[in-house]
């Protein structure tokens, strides 16, 4: 037992690769009909984490709600939609659209493995935060990991993609 099992290294999880490429396709059939030229897009699965919390006078609560996002990207223009979908890719937001000039900042932070995106007016900031899984490892290692709140998804093949993709579009 080496050092880092004391500390719950990351499980290698075996891949159910017919169950991740059916979401695939799935998710492509969505984003193709929800996005104009939506066949032009590369696509990834992300989600978001937004914590809250509230402070009583001896009592401190804090909730996660987890998204999930078809997330399409376009090199040629830099475009960049998400469409918030459920985690079972039956129920389907509005897709938002976003180019270089309409943000403000961006950032990735390795260590999490998060991707920042800071949009809106210099007197109303807004912010998203996102993070688009490599390999269904970096899904199902999660303490809260289940089917309901994450989309079964390896993506491995398209990482790499998309790290790319993401780079320009910081410049």
């Known amino acids: 037992m080496g050092l880092f099992n ?19 396709n799935r998710m492509r059939e969505i ?8 066949s032009e897009y590369k696509i990834v699965y992300a989600y978001s984490e937004d914590i809250g919390g509230a402070n009583f006078a001896v009592l401190r ?3 996660y709600k987890y998204r999930s996002f078809i997330l399409g990207y376009k090199e040629d223009d830099l475009s960049l939609v998400f ?17 270089p000039q309409d943000v403000k900042k961006t950032n990735f932070t390795k260590m999490v493995g998060a991707y ?3 949009y809106g007016s210099s007197f109303k900031k807004e912010f998203f935060n996102f993070f688009v899984p490599e390999t269904i490892d970096d899904i199902v290692n999660h303490d809260w990991y289940d089917e309901d709140t994450f989309v079964y998804i390896d993506q491995r093949e398209v990482h790499h993609s998309w790290v790319d993709f993401w780079n320009k579009f910081c410049k």
């Open 83 to 99: 469409l918030e979908v459920s985690p079972d890719l039956n129920q389907v937001g509005k897709a938002l659209l976003y180019k």
């Open 61 to 63: 609560t804090v909730s």
């Open 6 to 24: 004391l500390f719950g290294g990351k499980k290698t999880v075996e891949l159910d690769k017919v169950k991740s490429d059916e979401n695939k």
């Open 31 to 38: 984003f193709d009909k929800q996005v104009d030229n939506g």
């Open 116 to 118: 920042y995106l800071q």
